[in-house]
T-cell receptor, first 116, second 112 residues
Framework: AQSVTQLGSHVSVSEGALVLLRCNYS??????LFWYVQYPNQGLQLLLKYTSAATLVKGINGFEAEFKKSETSFHLTKPSAHMSDAAEYFC??????????????FGTGTLLAVQP | EADIYQTPRYLVIGTGKKITLECSQT?????MYWYQQDPGMELHLIHYSYGVNSTEKGDLSSESTVSRIRTEHFPLTLESARPSHTSQYLC???????????FGSGTRLTVV
């Protein structure tokens, strides 16, 4: 069965510093992987996704993530944090081979705080 | 503009009331989902549908029910609301897993 682990429920960085949010997955089949962002009192917005093409995926707002099969990781990074990046971030993995069950399994989320 | 809409955004109701949370999407997606989001922000799948007249219960037991009479509409109903139902409810739709989900803005429900 697939699962997702997000290390660190709270991460705090200074404005301009590197953002690194960690996500490890467990899957016996090639996964589809996603990062979503949630601002207060909003739904989730897709940041980027990996669907078996390029292993380095670029998303919106300057974020990117690298799929590393050997480490079963899909960490999210941004070179320079902005105050507007403060939000909750969720990693998700597809369930079933090729996403066959049409369901995503979400991690427990990481709350990113950006200090001025 | 193609989108997914949830109404109301905020709702405060008394215990025992019947409520329906609305979710509509204009993207023609067959697959739709309801999630309950705890104050700690974790997401729990409570219902999903893969097409008209198809509904399934999710991983988290819920006293709510859903219906899917039209492709674009996936309402969630609580027959008798209780304080334990206080939560945020998120609706999502999808064209297929490879595309990910599109989420609505959510309904924050408070039962007093």
């Amino acid at each position: 069965a697939q699962s997702v682990t997000q290390l660190g429920s709270h991460v705090s960085v200074s404005e301009g510093a590197l953002v690194l949010l960690r996500c490890n997955y467990s899957s016996s089949v090639p996964p589809y992987l996603f990062w979503y962002v949630q601002y207060p009192n909003q739904g989730l917005q897709l940041l980027l996704k990996y669907t078996s093409a390029a292993t380095l995926v670029k998303g919106i707002n300057g974020f990117e993530a690298e799929f590393k099969k050997s480490e079963t990781s899909f960490h999210l990074t941004k070179p320079s944090a902005h105050m507007s990046d403060a939000a909750e971030y969720f990693c998700a993995v597809s369930e079933g081979y090729g996403g066959a069950t049409n369901k995503l399994i979400f991690g427990t989320g990481t709350l990113l705080a950006v200090q001025p | 503009e193609a989108d997914i809409y949830q109404t109301p955004r905020y709702l405060v109701i008394g215990t025992g009331k019947k409520i329906t949370l609305e979710c509509s999407q204009t993207m023609g997606h067959d697959k739709m989902y309801w999630y309950q989001q705890d104050p700690g922000m974790e997401l729990h799948l409570i219902h999903y549908s893969y097409g008209v007249n198809s509904t399934e219960k999710g991983d988290l037991s819920s006293e709510s029910t859903v219906s899917r009479i039209r492709t674009e509409h996936f309402p969630l109903t609580l027959e008798s609301a209780r304080p334990s139902h206080t939560s945020q409810y998120l609706c999502a739709s999808s064209e297929g897993t490879v595309y990910g989900y599109t989420f609505g803005s959510g309904t924050r429900l408070t039962v007093v």
